[in-house]
């Protein structure tokens, strides 16, 4: 993500925004760090790193900021590829996956909120505890969720394409 913003607004810009950002900060490394951008504005200003070092660093960022993207891109090829494997598996549970994850993740996070409302309300000395707790499961939340929305988007996207993904059902085969 630097690498981006570096590519795109260059060095001197972004050395003024973190010597600001930095320089608010009252703690002894932000103020030695803001100084240090400072130095280094400085001897862009006076001419002691050349245009053409500077040229060079953007050039480098800009690399690195491709790079970056086509990493972003060779790893949403390999979810849609396992994606597209699923629709076309003949595994029912395979094509299932998606609703019965959804359906895990919303009954999941309905007993986590019971559970939750329950202290609030009956036990309001453990709330603080509890609330911190629910705080620090927000990363696991976060990846469930994450999963959850592409399988949403993907079933979306296939609906809108017209495509027919049949559905193993054990009376009779539906089609969605």
Known sequence: ?????????????????????????DTPVTKTAAGALEKVKEEIKSGGISAEQLAEANRHAEKMAEIEIEEGKAALSEINQSLRAEVASNDAYVRRM??????????????????????????????????????????????????????????????????????????????N
Not at 1 to 25: F, H
Not at 123 to 135: F, I, N, R, S, W
């Open 1 to 25: 993500m630097l690498t981006n913003i570096l590519s795109q607004i260059g060095l001197p810009v972004l050395l003024s925004i973190l010597g600001e950002a930095l320089g608010a900060i």
């Open 98 to 175: 998606r609703p019965t994850f959804g359906y895990l993740m919303a009954l999941t996070w309905a007993a986590q909120m019971f559970g939750v409302a329950y202290v609030i309300v009956f036990e309001t000395d453990k709330a603080g505890v509890v609330m911190a707790a629910l705080g620090n499961l927000s990363a696991i939340w976060a990846v469930g969720l994450s999963v959850l929305g592409i399988y949403v988007y993907k079933r979306s996207e296939e609906k809108a394409a017209g495509k027919e993904v049949i559905f193993w059902n054990p009376r009779n085969i539906t089609k």
